[in-house]
Nanobody, 124 residues
Framework: QAQLVESGGGSVQAGGSLRLSCAAS????????IAWFRQAPGKGREWLGA????????YYADSVKGRFTISQDSANKALYLQMNNLKPEDTAMYYC?????????????????WGQGTQVTVSS
């Protein structure tokens, strides 16, 4: 059964860093796209970026470009989100998601499996 499990969330002061991990089950290894989303209280799910496994290309939303870095472990297909210079507005539940499609969509409805999420809280 396809499964994703996030870890690495926590509380940090503004300007700090966190690294999130997303462990992927073997059932997802052949899926082409795996992405990071976040959802703050009272807001919709926001696409942060994705890793296209077809050619190893990462993609980023403009809102996090330059601060967040997405990478994948080639051996176990785990996905990482390195977050630097965190701001209070980055406070949210962070999710990884995988899509069977041959591209990396930005809409949450195009993703087929989701992790349970990990909370990130940034204080000022």
């Amino acid at each position: 059964q396809a499964q994703l499990v996030e870890s690495g969330g926590g509380s940090v002061q503004a300007g700090g860093s966190l690294r999130l991990s997303c462990a992927a089950s073997a059932d997802t290894y052949n899926w082409k796209c795996i992405a990071w989303f976040r959802q703050a209280p009272g807001k919709g799910r926001e696409w942060l970026g994705a890793f296209y496994r077809g050619d190893g290309t990462p993609y980023y939303a403009d809102s996090v470009k330059g601060r967040f870095t997405i990478s994948q472990d080639s051996a176990n297909k785990a996905l990482y989100l390195q977050m630097n210079n965190l701001k209070p507005e980055d406070t949210a539940m962070y999710y990884c998601a995988a899509a069977r499609s041959s591209r990396c969509p930005r809409s949450s409805s195009d993703y087929n499996v989701w992790g349970q999420g990990t909370q990130v809280t940034v204080s000022s």
